[in-house]
């Protein structure tokens, strides 16, 4: 895994504008560093060395001939066929990284190279004949990439934070992200918050040519349920080719560990990775903020040891600014400041490490998917449905209010993925600025439209595997990870265990009631459940059972606390607030939070880690 950047259009100075640019991005790549410059293009690496750590491997990497130059950021688990398969059709490799096969591949099979792909990828190809830029990111976008086309040059790069040294960018804030971000708790559109910088989406690539831009997608989540084979055929199905993934993720020349929680994600694949070493943090003595313990105790059974940090309170409000600068954009997930100090506490034994990410979306595990389960609540009029909702609305927000808010609702109009902060008349009323931003549902209807012949769990999943999981879930992952240099990689988010996830029934998703001798609690990611059960030793296979914490922090009882509500109160009443926000909203509901009358800790949450983020990137000392 590593950090790329370059722009087209290079001037005199355009090696010194490159070395800045990368400097931005040191900490994901600090083993090496290469580039390449013409009269077309600027193109740079930071390479954190994985495989064939050689300085052979070091990047930019060429053709035969030299006329393709490559940049990339990631790692193909297929490479080795891959390259049997090039050199069969007489493409001569000078390396042994996996790096290699994207070049000869493109050479090969131009576009199509990517529908032969496994893995985990962002890159860039440079044509020197063609003077033509070809970028592409993963499936999943597991990897990030960025572009902007600013006063005639086109830049490119792993993170924004690169383009700030080059002359032609413009630092402009995007208020209409901001707007947007105040309902999802972070940026989901392919606008980012920094005007004109776009994220390449998920699944897509570009070809830039002649001053102009094309940007394709070439892949998608297909959800076909085949109703044919029984319950444990499927279980049998997920196991195997979660196994055969697993080992494709742990391909490396250099240590792989694994991130462990209480959840049945991060415990089947640190039992089935078999990895040495398994890491954990949490929050003081209890058990709803600490998984420490049961993480020992589970490392212990499997054979393994486990590392464990404890985050202190100052130690995880101290770090606020720095992971907010690491992630470019404001991100409101209290869990992100967690993922920051296991990652550091990982980089410290190794240097990549395996994590559970993309299994709720793929199998079906969030809660919120057992809503449309048949609730009695569903079986009343919509239009009494509404009437209630509109008069729970009216009073403060707790767990029982919300849900009668939500079901009075259609699940398009309700559900935009597992987080809505402030309904679009809400941040409104809190905003000073006027904005263009779409209203949510018009954010969500392409994708309600794909599978608009679909039943509600599967709507829900497509929905949060183009929103939630690529503009939370693994940005944190990626941006957390590499502030410390370290490769991390979701083997539940390979094409081949999707191949097999979007094939299962809803029933052997989400269920309340599946005919099995077994006498089961479950109602989530029933299936892979299953399999997990029947793949971890007997000693530990509880896990497939427990209920997950994942990354609780204690974000609601701080903010009743006198210093947290000082900071925060402070940042609320201060002259950025005043730049966006009408304060005394803001001040209510800090004051409603404190005193007892609602839980508004995440919607405090996203106000202040936007303020927290403009200072970082706007303030007086940016």
Known sequence: MCGIVGFTNPADNAAEILRAMMTKIRHRGPDA???????????????????????????????????????????????????EELIAAGHQFRTETDSEVLIHGYEEYGPELLSRLRGMFSFIIWDTKKHTLFGARDFFGIKPMYYAEMNGTFMFGSEIKAFLPHPDFRKELNT???????????????????KGVKKLPAAHYFLWENGTLTVKRYWDVHFDADDSPLLGDWVRRISE??????????????EVGSFLSSGVDSSYVAAAANVSKTFTVGFGSDEKYNEIGWAKRFSRLIGKENYSHIISQQEYWDAI??????????????SCIALYFVCKLAAEQVKVVLSGEGADEIFGGYNVYSEPDGTWYDRLPMRLRRGIANAASLLPAKRGVNFFVRKGRTLE???????????????????KIKTDAADPTEITKPFYDAVSDQDAVTKMQYLDLHLWMTGDILLKADKMSMAHSLELRVPFLDKELMAVAEKIPTKFRVTHNVATDEKTPYTTKYALRLAAKRDTPPAAADTSAKKKLGFPVPIRVWLRQDDCFSTVRNAFTSADAEKFFHTDLLVRLL??????????????????????????YFGDAA
């Open 413 to 431: 109009e309700r559900f935009i993925g597992n987080a809505y902060m402030f309904t679009p008349e809400e941040r409104k009323a809190l905003l």
């Open 176 to 194: 209409a992200a901001l707007e947007q971000y105040l309902t999802f708790q972070y940026s989901p559109t392919e606008d980012t918050f920094f």
């Open 321 to 334: 600014p720095t992971v907010q600068y690491q992630m470019d954009e404001p991100l409101a997930d209290p």
């Open 33 to 83: 560093s290469g580039t390449y410059l013409d009269s077309g293009a600027a193109l740079g690496h930071c390479r954190l060395s994985i495989i064939d750590i050689t300085e052979q491997g070091d990047q930019p990497i060429y053709n035969e001939d030299r006329s393709l130059v490559l940049i990339f950021n990631g790692e193909i688990y297929n490479y080795k066929p891959l390259r």
């Open 591 to 616: 004051e409603d939070h404190k005193n007892g009358k609602a839980d508004n800790s995440r919607r405090i949450w996203t106000v202040y880690m936007f303020l927290v983020w403009y200072k970082v």
């Open 241 to 254: 080719t979660f196994r055969d993934s697993v080992e494709a993720h742990k391909i490396a020349d250099v």
